[in-house]
C-alpha cells in the first residue's frame, strides 16, 4: 500500500489468529507477561482481507487459482510465503516432556506446563 496499490489484497492463513510474531512467543508469550504477539496492523483500513484458518492445499497456475480448505481463490500474482516447520526428532513424538513451540497455539499449551515446573 505504501507503493500506491490499490487493487485486492488478501491474506490467507491456515492459523486461526491474527498474523503476529514469532520471537516472543518463546519469551513474554510463554512467561504470561503478553497474550499474544499480534502485528499492530489496522488490516481492514489498509484493505487487506484475512482470511484466516484457512489452509492452502494446491495451485492452479495456468488457471491463477489457488486451492483452499475453504474453495478456491482466484489471483491475478501471488505471494507464497509457507513458513517453516520445527523438525520433530525421531521417537520424541507422544513422550512426556517433549514439547514443540512453532505457534501461538503451541505457546498457550505449554505456558501451564512450564508454569507447573
Do not use: M, N, W
Request: proline share 9%; glycine share 12%.
Amino acid at each position: 500500500r505504501e507503493q500506491g496499490f490499490t487493487g485486492t489484497v488478501t491474506l490467507i492463513g491456515a492459523e486461526p489468529h491474527q498474523p503476529y510474531d514469532r520471537p516472543p512467543l518463546s519469551k513474554a508469550v510463554l512467561l504470561g507477561t503478553a497474550e499474544g504477539s499480534a502485528f499492530d496492523v489496522d488490516f481492514e483500513a489498509l484493505g487487506i482481507e484475512l482470511r484466516l484458518g484457512c489452509e492452502a492445499l494446491g495451485l492452479r497456475p495456468g488457471a491463477h487459482v489457488l486451492d483452499t480448505s475453504a474453495g478456491p481463490v482466484p489471483y491475478d500474482a501471488l505471494v507464497v510465503a509457507t513458513g517453516a516447520e520445527p523438525v520433530r526428532l525421531p521417537g520424541a513424538e507422544g513422550v512426556p516432556g517433549v514439547h514443540l513451540l512453532r505457534t501461538l497455539d503451541d505457546a498457550e499449551r505449554l505456558r501451564p506446563v512450564l508454569a507447573r515446573q
